[in-house]
């Protein structure tokens, strides 16, 4: 069970750096092979630590970190979301959505 585990986390990782890649073309994190699989791995871990785990939320995460550097998560309107025990993964990601979509963005 551990080997397909395995497996499954790396075709996951695998799938975030090459979205990334397409997503984020040109920039500088994207165009270091080993520096993404790192802030995959790294972000992977930090999402699940605020109970980001469905592999779509993991994805918008990560799609966070790389937008908005690898640190958004200490920015006070992330930290405020994140640490916010009444949601779930799911509904940090969709609050994390509105507020970039609404504040953020002009």
């Not at 073309?25 to 791995?41: K, N, P, S």
């Not at 790294?42 to 469905?54: D, R, S, T, W």
Request: glycine share 6%; hydrophobic share 40%.
């Amino acid at each position: 069970m551990a080997v397909f585990q395995v497996a499954q986390q790396k075709n996951f990782e695998d799938a975030m750096d090459a979205h990334l890649r397409v997503r984020f073309a040109g920039r500088d994190l994207v165009a270091d092979e080993e520096r993404l699989r790192t802030h995959v791995r790294e972000g992977i871990k930090l999402a699940e630590q605020h109970g980001v785990v469905a592999p779509y939320d993991l994805r918008r995460f990560l799609e966070f970190s790389t937008e908005y550097g690898p640190d958004f998560h200490t920015t006070p309107w992330a930290a405020k979301i994140l640490k916010d025990s009444t949601l779930s993964g799911c509904g940090k990601m969709e609050h994390l959505d509105d507020y970039t979509l609404f504040s953020l963005r002009p």
